[in-house]
């Protein structure tokens, strides 16, 4: 009988998805070819279709962050240096966006 592997990422992915939030249920669709692919992946990995969703939905989610700080930090770039004569260019900044 092969053993699953164990991953780092799935078991911080089940730790973090378990034990800190609660647990829901969401319902999508999927083609059938999708859905073939997330079945293998799941075999060839021994991993859980739901932690390999959970695990991507998790890494698209960092990426679009990422992208959007990227984004702003381009934006302020651009407005400081349109102004970049101005020796007050921190003054400039647009920080209304800033947590």
């Known amino acids: 009988m092969r053993m699953p592997r164990i991953y780092p990422a799935l078991i911080a ?3 973090c998805y378990t034990k800190s939030m609660a647990s829901v249920t969401s319902s ?3 083609s059938k070819e999708l859905q073939r692919q997330l079945s293998d992946a799941a075999e060839r990995t021994g991993k859980g279709k739901n932690a390999i ?3 991507a939905l998790v890494k698209h989610l960092r ?3 990422r992208a959007s700080l990227a984004e702003e930090a381009h934006r302020q770039s651009e407005l400081v ?3 970049e004569h101005d020796t007050d260019w ?3 900044a647009d920080t209304s966006g800033w947590r």
């Open 90 to 92: 921190y003054g400039l």
């Open 28 to 30: 999508f669709r999927m």
């Open 63 to 65: 990426a679009m962050e």
């Open 53 to 55: 969703i959970i695990e």
């Open 13 to 15: 992915t089940q730790a």
């Open 81 to 83: 240096s349109r102004n």
